[in-house]
């Protein structure tokens, strides 16, 4: 089969299959499952942060084999939220370390996929997040890189997307890693494949990308709007 592209179609003729992961839900007090350990993401930077206040504490300097640790620092940011920040002293660089703890009780905080109007569209981290709509009554605290894109070329991410439970785009080939947050707060790094029928007038066949940076050699994609104006 010669491989295809069909870009900007009003409707999308196909059922998509086999593209899930775990997203981030609320759950009322009555079914709320026990608060799993709050994840941690390295180098990550609040939107915006809270000045400084009497709740700030800091550890004393530490060292090992590597470096010494000065100037640890800790405070909230936002409830259900601690931002730990520290430097470094090696042998061969400084390093300043911001890590962000998020209890994800679903009582709270939450987590939302974050990305532009269009799958290939491109803007800072900073911007996205400044032009994200978190929901009433709800502010975007943080924001951080989470995938590779298709530089040079369309701008598409590699791995996949999700939002609010339904696919925006299906993984490049050999991306299929990611990182998903399910009901609960629970999160896990896990593998997520596309699997997809396309229903044609002479019947049906496999579809093997939706709105992804690059087809699989002699597969069939479909894009949509959504996808942007990148060729």
Do not use: C
């Not at 090992?64 to 940011?77: F, K, L, N, Y």
């Not at 430097?87 to 962000?100: F, M, N, S």
């Not at 009780?105 to 911007?127: F, N, P, Q």
């Amino acid at each position: 089969m010669d491989r295809v592209r069909t870009r900007r179609t009003p409707l999308l003729i196909a059922t998509l299959a086999t593209l899930s992961a775990l997203t981030a839900g609320t759950l009322s007090p009555a079914t709320a499952a026990p608060a799993p350990p709050a994840p941690t993401t390295e180098a990550l930077r609040p939107v915006s942060p809270p000045p400084a206040s009497n709740s700030v504490s800091t550890a004393p300097v530490t060292a090992d084999g590597d470096g010494i640790e000065t100037a640890r620092t800790s405070r909230p940011v936002a409830p259900g939220m601690t931002l730990t920040s520290y430097d470094r002293l090696e042998a061969d660089k400084w390093l300043r370390v911001d890590t962000l703890s998020v209890e994800l009780d679903g009582h709270g905080a939450g987590v939302d996929h974050l990305s532009s109007a269009t799958v290939t569209g491109r803007d800072t981290v900073t911007a996205l997040a400044a032009a994200h709509d978190p929901g009433p009554r709800r502010r975007t605290v943080a924001a951080v890189n989470g995938d590779f894109f298709d530089l040079n070329r369309t701008g598409a991410p590699l791995g996949p997307g999700i939002r609010h439970g339904a696919p925006t785009h299906s993984p490049a080939p050999g991306s299929h890693r990611a990182v998903g947050i399910g009901p609960g707060g629970a999160g896990r790094v896990l593998g997520l494949y596309f699997d997809g029928t396309l229903t044609l007038p002479s019947g049906q066949g496999p579809l093997t990308a939706y709105n992804a940076a690059r087809v699989p050699a002699d597969g069939v994609g479909a894009y949509t709007p959504a996808w942007g104006g990148a060729d």
